[in-house]
């Protein structure tokens, strides 16, 4: 009996703690937006690709009016220990460039959708 205290115990210390670190990379994941959002001029997009099986990605990039990526951020990964890095191979590139890859990556996915957003925007000006 005195093992399934232990499990018990163990089971809810680790809920608390993966409860814990997802509130820590939720206030990353808002920090970085807000810092990528203070551009002062341009379009902001935020992609994320899930997977069932494997690694999901979430892409954050920057656009200037005429859609020339200014910025990229992405963060790759299963666990909450992630954190956003720069995606530079997609700085430089208009919107228009991203749209055309094709690669089966869910990175590519993500920033697919970050560009979808970002010509949602445009459309709306």
């Known amino acids: 009996m005195q093992w399934w205290n232990t499990a018990i ?3 809810i210390v680790a809920w608390f703690l993966q409860i814990a670190l997802s509130y820590v990379q939720s206030k990353h994941y808002q920090q970085t937006v807000r810092a990528m959002s203070g551009q002062g001029s341009g379009f902001l997009g935020v992609g994320v690709a899930k997977r069932k099986l494997g ?38 590139k208009t919107i228009h460039e991203l749209e055309q890859f094709n690669l ?3 990175r590519f996915h993500a920033a697919k959708n970050a560009v979808e957003q970002i010509k949602q925007q445009t459309q709306n000006r």
């Open 9 to 11: 115990l163990l089971f």
């Open 55 to 92: 690694i999901g990605s979430v892409v954050i990039l920057v656009t200037d009016l005429s859609g020339v990526v200014t910025q990229a951020k992405e963060l790759t990964g299963v666990t909450v220990f992630g954190r956003f890095k720069q995606a530079s191979d997609f700085v430089g």
């Open 104 to 106: 089966d990556k869910s």
